[in-house]
């Protein structure tokens, strides 16, 4: 068959842009190197959360992948829960941030509520006292089951769409323009052919254009996670981020006290970088972590394949100072890897007029890739003026 569209790569990116280009009447296939999409898009937290982007696009992009999960679990259960992001304030400075990112949200009506030390306690009962300085909450946030949500989607578009394709097992390894089609070869010696083909092909640095990646500045960073065993009792609402978020996330830094937070001192901080975050999954278990350790994409390889347990048991004790668990027994912990750029909110290379890099949008993907792919399928086929800088800065 001839496609319109050859999207290379089963994980979020890839699958959102197939996903537009179907609702855009178009023909698409799309191929996946693994038996089943198994990278990052797999292997996250599941927070949906629009409120922590920058301001502008990014939180514009946010809302749109907000809004379409939300349209998808209307129609097929893809294990989203509208059940909030909240973000707890660790000292008054945290809270004088929050404070104004709330007046922030107010003035362009994306729904938020402040909470006060007591309210917050009241809807949590199991924040820690030392830890409680007050929250801002997002009530209109989600979250995703990332171990099986990606498989959901790619289903539902099978059965919705009659022009879709979709091939697992098909590592494309020849990617090139010939004429005015542009041909994709697979490991297997099978060749598809389309008008236009976008790669989001992940942390895959190696098969596909490998010298665009070594003369990027594309990093991959790896991040250690881990989950508890069910709790009996315990229940966390939605997303539950914390003081690290506020100092890392993009929103918070346009905050005109951002530059008056005091330092994040513990033992962890001056050996890792690292974020502090909870989120229940369906069946109880807590889903906790994460550390940050970056090289560049070409040099992936000097990533330590071990789960180091320092920085395991550190992030446990302090996740132990801001919630109280009925059962901290991890019972499984795994790695993930994302693409991010050292300079750029994504990573955006055409090839040639018909072929496509997207890649390196970083720890922010279950938020915003479904709304940014969106927006550049729409750009190609409707035509829309390139704002590439302010997508890309
Ligand atoms: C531990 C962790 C926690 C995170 N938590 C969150 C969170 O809570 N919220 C949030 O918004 N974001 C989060 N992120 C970020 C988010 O998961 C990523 O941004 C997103 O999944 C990246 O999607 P992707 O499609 O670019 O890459 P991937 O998910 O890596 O998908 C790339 C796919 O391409 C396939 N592929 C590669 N090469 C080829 C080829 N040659 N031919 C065919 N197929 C190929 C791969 O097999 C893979 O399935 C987290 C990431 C990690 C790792």
Same mark, same amino acid.
């Given at each position: 068959?001839?496609?319109?569209l050859?999207?290379?790569?089963?994980?979020?990116?890839?699958?959102?842009?197939?996903?537009w280009?179907l609702?855009?009447?178009? +023909?698409?296939?799309?191929?996946?190197?693994?038996?089943?999409?198994?990278?990052?898009?797999?292997?996250?937290?599941?927070? !949906?959360?629009?409120?922590? &982007?920058?301001?502008?696009?990014?939180?514009?992009?946010?809302?749109?992948?907000? *809004?379409?999960?939300k349209?998808?679990?209307?129609?097929?259960?893809?294990?989203?829960?509208?059940?909030?992001?909240?973000?707890?304030?660790?000292?008054?400075?945290?809270?004088?941030?929050?404070?104004?990112?709330?007046e922030?949200?107010?003035?362009?009506?994306?729904?938020?509520?402040?909470?006060?030390?007591?309210?917050?306690?009241?809807?949590?009962?199991?924040? +820690?006292?030392?830890?409680?300085?007050?929250?801002?909450?997002?009530p209109?946030?989600?979250?995703?089951?990332?171990?099986?949500?990606?498989y959901?989607?790619?289903?539902?578009?099978?059965?919705?769409?009659?022009?879709?394709?979709?091939?697992?097992?098909?590592?494309?390894?020849?990617?090139?323009?010939?004429?005015?089609?542009?041909?994709?070869?697979?490991?297997?010696?099978?060749?598809?052919?389309?008008?236009?083909?976008?790669?989001?092909?992940?942390?895959?640095?190696?098969?596909?254009?490998?010298?665009?990646?070594?003369?990027?500045?594309l990093?991959?960073?790896?991040?250690?996670?881990?989950?508890?065993?069910?709790?009996?009792?315990?229940?966390?609402?939605?997303?539950?981020?914390?003081?690290?978020?506020?100092?890392?996330y993009?929103?918070?830094?346009?905050?005109?006290?951002?530059?008056d937070?005091?330092?994040?001192?513990?033992?962890?901080?001056?050996?890792?970088?690292?974020?502090?975050?909870?989120?229940?999954?369906?069946?109880?278990?807590?889903?906790?972590?994460?550390?940050?350790?970056?090289?560049?994409?070409?040099?992936?390889?000097?990533?330590?394949?071990?789960?180091?347990?320092?920085?395991?048991?550190?992030?446990?004790?302090?996740?132990?100072? !801001? &919630?109280?668990?009925?059962?901290?027994?991890?019972?499984?912990?795994?790695?993930?890897?994302?693409?991010?750029?050292?300079?750029?909110?994504?990573?955006?290379?055409?090839?040639?007029?018909?072929? *496509?890099?997207?890649?390196?949008?970083?720890?922010?993907?279950?938020?915003?890739?479904?709304?940014?792919?969106?927006?550049?399928?729409?750009?190609?086929?409707?035509?829309?003026?390139?704002?590439?800088?302010?997508?890309?800065?």
């Open positions: 068959m001839n496609y319109d050859i999207v290379v790569g089963g994980g979020i990116l890839g699958t959102f842009h197939a996903y280009a609702e855009q009447g178009k +023909k698409v296939l799309l191929t996946e190197r693994d038996e089943r999409p198994s990278m990052a898009t797999i292997r996250n937290f599941g927070q !949906v959360i629009p409120s922590g &982007m920058s301001r502008g696009i990014w939180h514009e992009f946010g809302r749109k992948t907000l *809004q379409t999960y349209e998808i679990q209307a129609q097929t259960n893809i294990g989203i829960r509208q059940n909030g992001a909240t973000y707890f304030a660790s000292c008054p400075e945290d809270f004088q941030v929050l404070c104004e990112t709330h922030y949200y107010q003035s362009i009506d994306y729904p938020c509520q402040l909470l006060t030390p007591e309210l917050a306690k009241l809807r949590f009962p199991h924040l +820690k006292d030392g830890y409680n300085f007050g929250a801002l909450h997002f209109e946030e989600v979250t995703a089951e990332p171990r099986t949500m990606i959901r989607i790619i289903e539902f578009m099978q059965q919705k769409y009659e022009h879709f394709h979709y091939r697992p097992n098909t590592p494309i390894i020849e990617l090139e323009t010939i004429g005015d089609r542009c041909q994709a070869t697979d490991s297997w010696g099978n060749t598809f052919s389309a008008d236009f083909a976008i790669v989001c092909s992940g942390a895959d640095f190696r098969t596909l254009y490998p010298k665009v990646y070594a003369e990027s500045d990093m991959v960073c790896k991040l250690h996670m881990m989950s508890t065993y069910p709790q009996q009792k315990t229940v966390l609402h939605g997303s539950i981020l914390t003081g690290h978020s506020i100092r890392r993009g929103v918070f830094k346009d905050s005109p006290s951002f530059k937070l005091p330092p994040i001192q513990d033992e962890l901080s001056n050996k890792f970088e690292y974020n502090i975050l909870f989120k229940q999954a369906i069946d109880g278990s807590v889903i906790l972590g994460d550390s940050h350790e970056y090289v560049p994409a070409h040099q992936a390889e000097r990533l330590s394949i071990d789960s180091d347990e320092t920085i395991i048991q550190g992030m446990v004790d302090e996740c132990k100072k !801001v &919630m109280d668990l009925d059962d901290w027994r991890i019972q499984y912990r795994w790695n993930g890897y994302y693409a991010e750029s050292a300079s750029k909110s994504i990573f955006i290379e055409d090839i040639d007029e018909r072929i *496509q890099v997207v890649n390196g949008i970083g720890g922010k993907g279950m938020t915003t890739a479904c709304g940014f792919a969106h927006h550049n399928i729409e750009k190609r086929w409707k035509n829309l003026p390139e704002e590439t800088d302010s997508i890309c800065n």
